[in-house]
């Protein structure tokens, strides 16, 4: 790529330093898109520090928890934060490094191996989770982009809305949305916990 774009400009009479004025100029106007740069170096630096070990050891001094309910617990928070506007760094910059080790967590602390059949599993529902939570709710943030598309949309149709009252209608679709997907995923996770370890115990 970076050969294309050295052959490109010197053959368009960009030149050397037109094409480095170009990479600059669009480096600065796009730099929002090169966040996820920042975040994987933080998070790997973590990571070797021992987040992953802090977040089993938290996990596994808690009763009763199961990886249904660090999934739920996960929505809910994740919700919440969308409503300002925060984002963890989704999957690779949360899910990953931080609710897949306590779901690990959940189950060692219950004397057992993790299954990695229940494991892959579990790491797709943290990952609905994540979406579910971030697409409904992150129209509850005034200005923000999932909103001001539902605005222009509606505009183009002829309906003139104003952000705010888009924010209020949408707060008890969000809270459905993630209160449903709490309780689908705490249920489906004990269906999956019967399978993977109680019956594969009894045989």
Same mark, same amino acid.
């Given at each position: 790529?970076?050969?294309?774009?050295?052959?490109?400009?010197?053959?368009?009479?960009?030149?050397?330093?037109?094409?480095?004025?170009?990479?600059?100029?669009?480096? *600065?106007?796009?730099?929002?898109?090169?966040?996820?740069?920042?975040?994987?170096?933080?998070?790997?630096?973590?990571?070797?520090?021992?987040?992953?070990?802090?977040?089993?050891?938290?996990?596994?001094?808690?009763?009763?928890?199961?990886?249904?309910?660090?999934?739920?617990? !996960?929505?809910?928070?994740?919700?919440?934060?969308? *409503?300002?506007?925060?984002?963890?760094?989704?999957?690779?910059?949360?899910?990953?490094?931080?609710?897949?080790?306590?779901? =690990?967590?959940?189950?060692?602390?219950?004397?057992?191996?993790?299954?990695?059949? !229940?494991?892959?599993?579990?790491?797709?529902?943290?990952?609905?989770?994540?979406?579910?939570?971030?697409?409904?709710?992150? &129209?509850?943030?005034?200005?923000?982009?999932?909103?001001?598309?539902?605005?222009?949309?509606?505009?183009?149709?002829?309906?003139? *809305?104003?952000?705010?009252?888009?924010?209020?209608?949408?707060?008890?679709?969000?809270?459905?949305?993630?209160? &449903?997907?709490?309780? =689908? =995923?705490? !249920?489906?996770?004990?269906?999956? =916990?019967?399978?993977?370890?109680?019956?594969?115990?009894? *045989?």
């Amino acid at each position: 790529v970076v050969l294309a774009s050295i052959v490109t400009a010197l053959i368009g009479g960009l030149g050397i330093g037109g094409l480095l004025e170009t990479l600059g100029t669009s480096f *600065v106007s796009n730099r929002a898109m090169a966040i996820f740069i920042l975040i994987y170096l933080a998070v790997g630096t973590l990571e070797r520090s021992g987040l992953k070990e802090a977040a089993t050891k938290l996990i596994q001094k808690t009763r009763n928890s199961t990886s249904g309910k660090v999934v739920a617990v !996960y929505g809910v928070l994740r919700g919440i934060l969308a *409503v300002f506007n925060v984002s963890l760094g989704g999957v690779a910059g949360f899910v990953r490094p931080i609710i897949m080790p306590m779901c =690990y967590g959940a189950i060692e602390a219950k004397g057992m191996e993790p299954n990695e059949e !229940y494991m892959d599993k579990v790491k797709g529902m943290a990952s609905g989770m994540e979406n579910i939570s971030w697409f409904f709710c992150q &129209v509850l943030f005034v200005g923000g982009a999932g909103g001001l598309l539902v605005q222009s949309t509606l505009k183009q149709l002829g309906y003139k *809305v104003e952000l705010l009252d888009l924010a209020i209608v949408e707060i008890p679709v969000g809270i459905i949305a993630v209160v &449903v997907g709490a309780i =689908y =995923y705490i !249920y489906h996770e004990r269906k999956l =916990y019967k399978k993977y370890y109680i019956n594969d115990k009894e *045989v």
